[in-house]
């Protein structure tokens, strides 16, 4: 009887032994990330919920009836259901770098503070964005690669689900080839 238990504990094991190799071998961890620090973190035990409009000063001088962006007003709505994690992230990617394809149990905004990168969605629709640029990631797989020549130095900062992590190592969409991301 002992044999038969210890063959099928065998067996089990083997099967998820095997499971989580395949699992990993699917995963496509980056690549040339010179730094990945968390810079600050934080977590809000409440539902946050702000909705905020910044009107723009009249101008004195103002006598057209076409406005351009900057005259419009700003808004801003922000709701969660639950507790959050905050996260704020400083990240360099070097020349060649990539980030792997991942997802996020929330919300990132990010910005290029030097250097470039460029962006590959689910579809790996390409989206290039340099210094003083804003990036947002969220739930849809994703990925980032730094094509050009320098580092490219990221700032971000996360809205996250509560005790889930800020990255969900992903498989590569079927397009990925295309993007030089594995």
């Known amino acids: 009887m002992e044999k038969r238990v210890f063959r099928k504990f065998t067996k089990v094991s083997l099967l998820v032994a ?25 977590t809000s035990s409440a539902d946050l919920s702000e909705l905020l409009r ?3 000063p009249k101008r004195e001088t103002e006598t057209s009836p076409n ?10 709505h922000l709701r969660t259901k639950g507790a959050t994690d ?15 394809w991942h997802t996020h149990p929330g919300l990132l905004s990010g910005t290029v503070v030097s250097g470039s990168i460029d ?9 290039s964005f340099v210094a003083g640029q804003v990036f947002t990631e969220s739930t849809e797989v994703h990925a980032i690669i730094n094509t050009g020549a320098v580092n490219a130095d ?11 992590p800020r990255r969900i190592e992903a498989d590569a969409p079927a397009c ?3 993007t030089g991301i594995p």
């Open 154 to 164: 990221l700032s971000a900062a996360y809205l996250i689900k509560h005790n889930l």
């Open 54 to 56: 910044v009107s723009s």
């Open 119 to 127: 962006f590959y969605d689910a579809n790996c629709q390409k989206r």
């Open 176 to 178: 990925a080839p295309s």
């Open 67 to 76: 406005k351009d962006s900057e005259d419009e007003d700003w808004q801003l």
């Open 18 to 42: 095997v499971l989580g190799i395949a699992t990993v071998a699917l995963a496509t961890p980056p690549f040339n990330v010179i730094l990945n620090q968390i810079v600050a973190m934080g």
């Open 86 to 100: 905050f996260y704020v992230q400083h990240l360099v990617v070097g020349p060649g770098g990539y980030s792997g």
